[in-house]
Each structure stands twice: as structure tokens, then as C-alpha cells.
């Protein structure tokens, strides 16, 4: 009750003309089913969608790949639903919480747009989105067809205002060279942090004046959070819950003061080279992600390798308290749509076999769905027909690790700002680990004092 009065007060300072009741009125229009569309089979009376030529806006980052995304899912959709048009457009405005609340009160936010884990808490919390448990229920979707670890990411309050596109674990990727060179037995899947460590000392050390490392630079990994909160987490650390952050737990330093201690004794991340070692093969292993990890070792069109080795793939290291790296991105529907029913349609679609199969084709991204994860279609599209093992990307997702959604600030860049601030400061040795998260600590409490007053 609580919490609920919280978010009733902070919607109402948003938004005049939004209220709890409306909000509430908004979520029981989710008892509708997307005629024409027989998967999954719906029991019970329940409303068609519109017959009417329609025409529904969805924000995108604004990326080329995020937009052709989102078009291969908006074409999937009206193919089975030939009157409705899921127009995408790049928006400036996704991620910048001033816009959206700009958007919000001037009641002009399109019918779906993108979110991430980052942004659930406050978008949900802020009236701006709609509740869609009650769609998932009419349309006989059940938390065990997904992987929760990932759909988790997407709720608020225990209902889910986000729905996951897809799985973004990390994983290592590892070059099997380098391993057999210097004697090192290839990761098996369930390591843990001690083995990895193990082979983090054995595999960085320099041969006929050539630097080798255990781990890439991979664009300074230390400071994404899919890393540093297991490395928190992992330690038996707890993040923040609700509005006070919790950076100043002795536990979590002490996956901070890891992270460093590795960070600077085996890869280059405090002082990168001119290319990434992993990809010009000097460094053993990389943390990467889907789609992110075709970014890293795949070209564009997906044809070729930009290694000169095939890589292979393990799970992230299991720490003590095992936590794995994941992030979310994915769709929600706003509270401005004209169209609640058949947005909330488009939504339930991505989640369908069909939606699923369709975006994890165009993007190479692992389905949150258990009945998609030996399917071909992602598994597939490894250039020169490479056979690699890819169940790294599906096991261990009982350890899923949540990034620190719950504070509001990170949904407007002053969270990611806190801790990239934090790093640069360990990184120059201005401050202990213990020092500068206790810093960061104060200035994430201060501000959230201040949103809350």
C-alpha cells in the first residue's frame, strides 16, 4: 500500500490529469485478443480488435539497427493484421527522461515505444506506460514460457510494463589459439570465478616483446553495468530496493575492489592499445552480449568474422553468490495511445512463436521464450557455416542479475554519469574503492532526497 500511494503521489505531480483511477481503467481495457490470430489459443469472451484502418506510432532509439528491428516485427504484425499499420520512427526524445515527461504532460507520447531495464521503474512508476499483465493473461501467456530472469526486468510492482524483445546475457568469448598456445585448458560450461581466474594469470604475459591478455578492452567492459553488478552481487552484496541506494555496502566494495584488482592486472582496460587485443589476437577472452557480440566478432551483413580465429563462447564466470550479466531492451505501450487493445496486440505478438522467430532473425538475438531456445533461426547465421556451441547463451539464466532499475535516476543518464564517474576516479588512483563508492552513494541519495520531496 505503500509503495502504491508513493507512485500515486509522483503520478499526480507529472501528470494532473492522470490518475490512479485512470490508470486502473486504462489496465482493464487488457481483456481483448487479436482476432485473426490463433496463437496462443485464448479461452473466454473477449473483445476483437479494430476493423478499422489504423495506424500505430512506435519511438525507437535512433539507430538504423534498432529501426529495422522494430520494422521487421511492424511488418510481422500486419501481415496478420492487414488494417493495422505499426509506423517506426528514430526518436531523440527514448532515454531522455526530461523529454518523456515533457511528452507525457503535453499528452503526446506515441502509442509504443522503446524502454530497457533502466527505464521500467520510472516509466511505470510515472503513469506513462500501460500495465499489461492482464493482456498476458487473456491471451494465455504464463511466466513459465519465458525466461523469467529477463521478463523480470520488464515489471514494475509485479505487473509487466515492458515486454523483452529478447535475451541480452553476457557471455565470454574466448579464443581457443591463445588457450592452446600457452597450455591453458579451454573453459567448460558452469566455471567459476576461480577457474577464470586461474586462467586469467596463466594467459596475460608478454612473449618476444608482445603484450597478451586475458581479457579484451572491449570498450572498457568494467564500466557496463551487466559487469560490475555481478561483480557486486557476486560477493553476496544487495543493490538498493525502492528510493535509497545502497552503493556503500562493505560487500558490494568488495566486488568493486575485485573488479579493479583484475581489471588492472590483466587486460588493458586503464590503458587501452589503438585496436582491441581480443580481436587482433592478444588477448584471450572478451565479454560480449547478443546482438551485441555480432558487433564484436561478426561484420554487419553477418558473412564473415572479423577475427581471424573462430571464436568460442562460455558462460560468465559463476562468482561465490553467482550472478550472471544480463540487460533488457525491449517495447512498451503508453497511456496516450488511442488504441490500448490493439497495441497491447502488437506486444503480445512479440512474444508469440512467430514474433519471436521473426525479431531473433533480424537481429541474432537468443527468444525469451523456452520453446525457441534450440531453434535454428538464431542459432543459425554464423558466417562460413561455422558450427559453433552456442548453450552458453541459454544456461545458467537462473542467475540473472538486475541492474539497479529500482533507483529512478538511472533512467536519465545521472546513474550510468555516477558510475562511469566513479570508475575514472578508481581509475586514477584518486580514491579507494570503499571511498568512491561511499561518494557515489551520498550523491545518488541526495538526489533521489530531492525527487522525493
Known amino acids: 500500500m505503500r509503495m502504491r500511494r508513493r507512485a500515486a503521489r509522483a503520478t499526480r505531480r507529472l501528470r494532473r490529469r492522470l490518475t490512479v483511477a485512470a490508470v486502473a481503467a486504462v489496465a482493464l481495457l487488457a481483456s481483448s485478443c487479436a482476432s ?12 476483437q480488435l479494430t476493423t478499422k484502418n489504423i495506424t500505430l506510432h512506435l519511438w525507437v532509439l535512433p539507430s538504423q539497427q534498432e529501426y529495422d528491428w522494430a520494422n521487421a516485427l511492424a511488418k510481422g504484425f500486419h501481415e496478420l493484421h492487414p488494417n493495422i499499420t505499426v509506423e517506426v520512427d528514430k526518436s531523440a526524445q527514448v532515454g531522455n527522461l526530461q523529454a518523456l515527461v515533457a511528452a507525457t504532460v503535453a499528452q503526446k507520447l506515441p502509442d509504443l515505444i522503446f524502454s530497457a531495464d533502466v527505464f521500467t521503474q520510472m516509466e511505470a512508476s510515472k503513469g506513462m506506460l500501460i500495465n499489461l499483465s492482464p493482456y498476458m493473461d487473456a491471451y494465455g501467456y504464463k511466466s513459465s514460457d519465458f525466461v523469467e530472469g529477463i521478463m523480470q526486468l520488464g515489471k514494475w510492482g509485479g505487473n509487466q510494463y515492458v515486454i523483452p524483445r529478447g535475451m541480452d546475457q553476457i557471455v565470454t568469448a574466448y579464443n581457443p589459439a591463445l588457450f592452446k598456445k600457452f ?7 558452469g566455471w567459476t570465478w576461480a577457474q577464470f581466474l586461474d586462467a586469467a594469470k596463466k594467459l596475460t604475459r608478454k612473449v618476444d616483446g608482445k603484450q597478451y591478455w586475458a581479457m579484451g578492452s572491449g570498450g572498457n567492459t568494467y564500466a557496463a553495468y551487466p559487469v560490475y553488478v555481478p561483480f557486486m552481487k557476486g560477493w553476496g552484496g544487495k543493490l538498493s530496493v525502492g528510493n535509497t541506494a545502497t552503493f556503500d555496502d562493505p560487500k558490494l ?15 588493458p582496460w586503464f590503458a587501452p592499445p589503438p585496436t582491441d587485443p581480443f ?6 577472452m572478451e565479454w560480449v552480449q547478443r546482438p551485441v557480440v555480432y558487433g564484436c566478432c561478426i561484420n554487419a551483413d553477418r558473412t564473415k568474422w572479423t577475427t581471424n580465429f573462430v571464436p568460442k563462447f562460455v558462460n560468465f564466470p559463476l562468482f561465490p553468490t553467482p550472478a550472471i550479466g544480463a540487460g533488457m531492451a525491449g517495447w512498451g505501450a503508453t497511456v496516450d495511445t488511442k488504441y490500448p487493445k490493439e497495441s497491447a496486440a502488437f506486444l503480445m505478438y512479440t512474444l508469440s512463436k512467430k514474433g519471436q522467430l521473426v525479431y531473433s532473425k533480424a537481429a541474432g538475438e537468443v527468444p525469451i521464450r523456452h520453446d525457441l531456445l534450440d531453434s535454428t533461426v538464431w542459432r543459425n547465421g554464423i558466417p562460413d557455416g561455422a558450427n559453433i ?21 538511472a533512467t536519465n543518464g545521472q ?17 579507494s574503492p570503499e571511498e568512491a563508492l561511499t561518494k557515489a552513494n551520498d550523491s545518488i541519495n541526495a538526489t533521489l532526497h530531492s525527487i522525493n520531496q
Open 36 to 47: 485473426g490470430w490463433s496463437e496462443p489459443t485464448v479461452s473466454g469472451p473477449l473483445d
Open 183 to 189: 597450455g591453458v585448458p579451454e573453459p567448460k560450461e
Open 253 to 267: 566494495v568488495k566486488g568493486i575492489a575485485t573488479l579493479m584488482d583484475f581489471s588492472k592486472k590483466y587486460t
Open 279 to 284: 580481436l587482433a589476437g592478444q588477448a584471450a
Open 389 to 409: 556451441d552456442q548453450k552458453a547463451f541459454v544456461d545458467y539464466t537462473q542467475y540473472q542479475s538486475y541492474p539497479p532499475a529500482n533507483i529512478p535516476l
Open 415 to 431: 546513474m550510468a554519469q555516477t558510475m562511469t564517474d566513479m570508475f575514472d576516479t578508481l581509475r586514477l588512483g584518486r580514491a
